[in-house]
Every structure is written in structure tokens, then in C-alpha cells.
């Protein structure tokens, strides 16, 4: 599976928009880009993930690049409950290919 | 639907004990895996199924076994306990053809002394 490479920690202001890039320069043409996030101490949580088109859900919106090599989640009204560690992580389209996580971007939401 | 549950919550061993990591889903998810953070770490994959009888290694298998024996369970055996296992392991389980979506259990806190 292709690398990927996140900001250690942001901090984004209560309310607003919250803009997570992730670099994936060796991504491949049938790699997803997927993004988790894991709130203190709890499982990791599914947000979001995409092949090439932007995709928006009611957590989070995903752009990637035309080229795919990187991708920026955006949370587009952040709230304190938002402060996590945001992964994101390229994996094959085969639904037998296990998660591979990083380290992350630990997000501060801040009042 | 309780989703996906792992027990025991915390548990404390001792260097050489062994135990035994549940992981129980009722999603009907033919896919689950073990996944361990160790502090200020990200996860790490120890082992996967993609269904009953079909298990694989992970990153960092050495050390733990698994079986699968039914679809609903996973569980994680640690053979012979090291402190150098401390850390909190997480179960996931994802359902579907190309299973895009994990689900996470709570977690199961270990501490070995």
C-alpha cells in the first residue's frame, strides 16, 4: 500500500472550518484514500473515503487532487467534540487488504 | 445490536501468564482483525480472518495466535505475556464485497508487570 503523509497536530478554531491535508504521492490507480479518526482513548471511527471524485457525507467533505496524489478532509463547521487523531490512509480496492494506520494529525479544536 | 464488543475491558497480567482477548460482533462481518496502540502511537495490525477457518498475520504477529471458528468470534491468545505487550488492543470488523467501512470495538487495556 502507498505512504502517506499528515501534519503531526493542527488546531482549528470552534466553528470553523477545519482542513486536514494528506499526501499520497505513490498512490496507485486502484488505492482508495480513506479517512478515520479516534477520539481519546476510543476505537478508531470510519469518516470518509474516496477513489478519485470529491465525496461529502454528513461528517466530513474529501478532496483529492486530479492527480490523486494528495487529498484534504474537511470538516466544515468544527466543534470541540471534533478534537482527534485523524488518519488517513490509502488502501486496495480489495476488500481483503487490512487497514494500514500512521501516526496521524492530532486536530485541537480550539474555543 | 450491540456492534462489536470486546472483553475484558483492563486486565493485568504477569510476565509469562497467558489470556485470552475477546471480540465478538453481530453484524454477521466476515472480516475481522486485532489491532494494538501502543502510547502516543497509531495502530498496528497483529492478525485478520476474512471468514471462519481463514486466518492471516499482520505487522506485528509474534507472540499472539489466532483462531476462527465461528463468524461472530476472534478471539486473541497471548501465549506466554511480556511487559513489552503492554497496550491497548482493539478489534475491528467490516461486512460488505469490499468492505470499506471498519468498525471498532471499545478496546481492551493490558497491562503486564
Known amino acids: 500500500d502507498a505512504k502517506t503523509t499528515q501534519p503531526t497536530s493542527m488546531d482549528c478554531a470552534e466553528g470553523r472550518a477545519a482542513n486536514l491535508p494528506c499526501n499520497h504521492s505513490?498512490?496507485?490507480?486502484?488505492?482508495?484514500v480513506y479517512w478515520y479518526r479516534q477520539i481519546h482513548s476510543q476505537g478508531p471511527q470510519y469518516i470518509i473515503h474516496?477513489?478519485?471524485n470529491n465525496e461529502t457525507n454528513e461528517m466530513a467533505s474529501l478532496i483529492i487532487t486530479e492527480d490523486r496524489k494528495s487529498s484534504t478532509l474537511i470538516l466544515p463547521h468544527a466543534t470541540l467534540r471534533d478534537t482527534a487523531v485523524y488518519y488517513c490512509?490509502?488502501?486496495?480496492?480489495?476488500?481483503?487488504?487490512?487497514?494500514?494506520f500512521g501516526k496521524g494529525t492530532r486536530l485541537s479544536v480550539i474555543a | 445490536n450491540a456492534g462489536v464488543t470486546q472483553t475484558p475491558k483492563f486486565q493485568v497480567l504477569k510476565t509469562g501468564q497467558s489470556m485470552t482477548l475477546q471480540c465478538a460482533q453481530d453484524?454477521?462481518?466476515?472480516?475481522m482483525s486485532w489491532y494494538r496502540q501502543d502510547p502516543g502511537m497509531g495502530l498496528r495490525l497483529i492478525h485478520y480472518?476474512?471468514?471462519?477457518?481463514?486466518?492471516d498475520q499482520g505487522e506485528v504477529p509474534n507472540g499472539y495466535n489466532v483462531s476462527r471458528s465461528t463468524t461472530e468470534d476472534f478471539p486473541l491468545r497471548l501465549l506466554s505475556a511480556a511487559p513489552s505487550q503492554t497496550s491497548v488492543y482493539f478489534c475491528?470488523?467490516?461486512?460488505?464485497?469490499?468492505?470499506?467501512?471498519?468498525?471498532f470495538g471499545p478496546g481492551t487495556r493490558l497491562l503486564v508487570l
Open positions: 475491528a470488523t467490516s461486512g460488505g464485497a469490499l468492505r470499506t467501512t471498519q468498525y
Open positions: 505513490t498512490i496507485s490507480g486502484n488505492e482508495y
Open positions: 474516496g477513489l478519485k
Open positions: 490512509i490509502v488502501r486496495l480496492t480489495s476488500g481483503n487488504t487490512p487497514l494500514v
Open positions: 453484524m454477521n462481518h466476515e472480516y
Open positions: 480472518s476474512v471468514g471462519a477457518g481463514i486466518t
